[in-house]
C-alpha cells in the first residue's frame, strides 16, 4: 500500500464531506493522532479495519476510498462467487454471531456494585438504543449508572471484558471473505467495534462494509438501517445474506428480499453449519 498516497485520499474524502480532523475523529471514535498520522502518511500499513471506520464516518465504502490507492496485490472482486441462492454479499451481525456472552457484564457490574444485575439491566436498557444511535454517549451511560450504582463506571470496560470470541466463527468469517463480499451490521455503542478488534475479538479480514448503528444513527430492526446496508453493499437486497442472533432483525431483513439465517448462540457448530450450506457457491 501507498501511505503517502492513501493518506492524500482519506484527506480528499474527509474534506469533501465537509469533516474537520477534529470533527471526525469524534464522530468514528477514532484518536486524533493516529488520523493525523495516516493523513501524512506517517504510519506504515495501516489497519485496515481503521480505514474501514475512516470510510464509514465519510459516508463511502471502503472500496471507493480504496480505489484511488496503488495496491501490492488482493482478491478482486471479479473472483468472489455466487451463492446457489443468488447471494453475494454476507453481513454478519456482531453481539450474539461475532463475539457472544456480553451479559457478563451485567453480572459483573452488580457484583462490583452490590446492586441487583436486575436493577443494572434496566438502567442500561433505558440507555443502550440512544446510545447505539449516537444520540448519547457511553459517557452519558457511564454517568447515570455511576449516579444509582455509587461507583466510578466504565461500560466499555466491563463489556470488553465480559464477551469472548463465538467459536469456529473466526474460520467460517475468513472462507466467506475468500468467497464472498462480506461486512458487518451491527447495533452498537461510538468506539466498540475499533476497539473489539484491537483485542482480537473479531474475526481479522478485509470487510467490505461495517455498519455501525451509531456512526448512521440507525437501528436494527429498522428499515433505515437495512437500506444503509444494502445501499453501501452495493447490490440488490435479494443478494445479500444477513446472519443474525435476533429474530425481529431476521424478520425485517427477510421482509426487504434479504436472505436471513437466524444464528444460535447456544449452539454455533450447527448455525454455522447452516450458513456454509446456504453459501455454497454455483459451480
Known sequence: MDEQRLGQVVQAARRKAGLTQQALCQKSGLSYSTLAKIERGAIKAPSIFTIQTIANTVGITLDELMSEVPSHGGVS????????SGVRFVYFDMNGCLV??????????????GVSSDVVETLFWQYNDAVCRGEKSIDELNTALAERLEMMVDWRRYYLDAIEAMPEIAELVAWAAENYRIGILSNTMPGLVDAMFERGLLPKVAYDVIIDSSAVHALKPEPQIFEIAAQKAGVAPNEILLVDDDRPNVMAAGKLGWHTLWF???RPEESIANIRQALEPVN
Open 100 to 113: 457472544r456472552f456480553y451479559n457478563r457484564a451485567f453480572t459483573k457490574l452488580a457484583e462490583d456494585s
Open 77 to 84: 472482486q471479479a473472483q468472489k462467487k455466487v451463492s446457489k
Open 264 to 266: 444460535d448462540s447456544y
